[in-house]
Structure formats: C-alpha cells, structure tokens
C-alpha cells in the first residue's frame, strides 16, 4: 500500500492509526499541505485524488480517499484486530461519533477553511472545536468505557485522538472535557497511537519530532 498523507493532517493520522493497528506496512508519500502554495494542488496529486485533499491510500488495485472509506476498506480486508463492535447498538455509537467528528468539527477547522477567515482563524478553531466538543463530551458519558465506545478501541477513537491535538493547537481549554481528556490519554499511551503520532512520521519538520 502507498499512503499519500501529511504529518499534521488529522484525517491522514486517522489512517495511520488503523494501519499500525492492523499491522500493515506501507510506504508513505509526503504531500506538504502548506510549501510550494500546498502540493495537493500539483496535478500529479489530483490524478491521485481529484478532490486533492489527503489521505489518499493506493491498496490492492484501488485508490481510496476519505479517511473513514479507507478505515471501512481496511476494516473490511483485515478484520482484526475489530474497529467496529459486533453489537449493532454499539456499533451505530462508534459510527455516530466518528461522524461528529469527521464531519461535524473537523472539517469546519481544515486548513482550507481557515485560510478563507484570515485573521479570525483562531477565534474561528475555537468556536468550532468548542461547540463540537460540548455535545460529544455528553455524548461520551453515555457510551464510553475505557476508551469512546465500552472498553475496546473503536473507529471512534481514531478521530477522537487527532481531533483533541487539533483542540490543543488551536488553545482551546480542554478543562470542561474531562471525559474526552480521559479516553485521550489512554488511547495515546497505546503503541499504534505513539508510532502514527505527527512528531513520529518521516515529514515531521525537525524541530516538531519527538
């Protein structure tokens, strides 16, 4: 498989995540989101994915873009270890909760969202992350055990971590969300998380690595 990602892009850490999880190896191609006015707009990227965004995963004959389509996929092939439960309850909670978070407060955020609010993007970040952390920290008290859905990792967990180092670049006060703090730092004491960590990965810049 070749991972086309960024080391900062949330969505991309998603996909490490479920690769170090599920034990495939791939090769990764940097694309700077941010040098040469952002190398997703090259046309060599757009014939990888037109809607040149990443990640973007070339993986048995296919090309897949969007993280939770990949993690499907890859859920799908390499069943094990489970990111889905097998109980549907559980199940439409691990969906619901990736999807608050894809869609519902990562995007409002993106790269592409905040260049277009100029000097108003942190304030902006806030606002979004904040708002969108309110609801899924009530969300969690309901649904979360160890980590987001009962005591095994989930889906849900993949865009529970990248989102709360999101949370953190934008300064947002992670006090009244002590739940989501809680699962977050059990799920980064975990190796599949450590090694997909932005400051881990081969483009992380020097002065960002851990």
Request: include cysteine; aromatic fraction near 6%; hydrophobic fraction near 40%.
């Amino acid at each position: 498989p070749i991972l086309y990602g960024y080391f900062r892009s949330s969505c991309s850490w998603r996909v490490r995540i479920a690769l170090a999880l599920k034990g495939i190896a791939y090769d990764l191609v940097p694309v700077n989101l941010v040098e040469d006015g952002g190398q997703q707009f090259s046309a060599e990227f757009k014939a990888v994915n037109p809607m040149q965004q990443v990640p973007a995963l070339k993986i048995d004959g296919i090309t897949l873009s969007q993280s939770l389509a990949i993690i499907h996929y890859l859920e799908d092939t390499h069943p094990n270890p489970r990111l889905l439960p097998q109980d549907p309850k559980k199940r439409a909670q691990v969906r619901m909760i990736a999807d608050h978070i894809a869609s519902g407060i990562q995007p409002l955020q993106n790269l592409s969202v905040l260049k277009q609010m100029g000097e108003k993007k942190m304030e902006w970040a806030q606002h979004c992350i904040t708002s969108g952390f309110q609801a899924l920290e009530q969300i969690l008290q309901h649904t979360a055990g160890r980590y987001c859905v009962g005591d095994e990792v989930s889906m849900a967990d993949l865009c529970l971590v990248p989102q709360v180092a999101n949370a953190e670049r934008f300064k947002v006060d992670m006090g009244p969300y002590p739940t989501i703090t809680r699962i977050n730092k059990a799920l980064l004491e975990l190796e599949a998380f450590r090694v997909s960590h932005p400051s881990r990965q081969p483009d992380t810049p020097a002065e960002l690595q851990a």
